[in-house]
């Protein structure tokens, strides 16, 4: 339960970096509400998670050098200076397949702790992930 939460704040942040590079470059008007859905909906996520991690007397991140990199559904540091280069079309392309891809790894880790997990809150944290996050790579799917 702890590292799940401690990771997906990291990969919520990620996602975030995304859609702050979507508000600045995005072409499509459809990107941009999504970006924009996906920032509304995580901030506060992370800050849920934040406030668990406190309660249980948990640090925000982990300390045992953990690789985020190999979360399921990170984008490379690569991945990312490119969507930051992108423009019109060619960054809502990439924008689109990264932060599906992003997504889908975020259903593996709640998934994950939703078989393996024991919080009660934890489980409604990752349950409220799965629902959200496969209804947008739904929406963007049809992009």
């Given amino acids: 339960d702890i590292s799940y939460v ?10 975030l970096r995304m859609t702050e590079l979507a508000s600045k470059y995005a072409h499509a ?3 941009r509400a999504i970006a924009e859905r996906i920032d509304a909906a995580q901030r ?7 406030a668990w991690l406190k309660r249980h007397g948990k640090p925000e991140a982990d300390r ?4 985020h990199a190999a979360m399921p559904g990170m984008a490379s540091e690569e991945e990312l200076r490119a969507l930051g280069r992108a423009r019109g079309a060619a960054f809502d392309d990439l924008f689109l397949d990264l932060m599906i891809e992003h997504h889908r790894g975020a259903l593996t ?4 702790v939703l078989a393996r997990g ?9 349950t409220d992930v799965i629902a959200q996050q496969s209804s947008e790579i739904a929406r963007m799917r049809d992009m």
């Fill in 6 to 15: 401690q990771d997906m704040i990291v990969h919520h942040r990620q996602a």
């Fill in 118 to 126: 024991n919080d009660i809150a934890v489980e409604e944290m990752a």
């Fill in 109 to 112: 880790m709640a998934g994950d």
């Fill in 64 to 67: 045992d050098g953990h690789h």
């Fill in 29 to 31: 008007k459809p990107v």
């Fill in 44 to 50: 506060p996520e992370i800050e849920a998670m934040r």
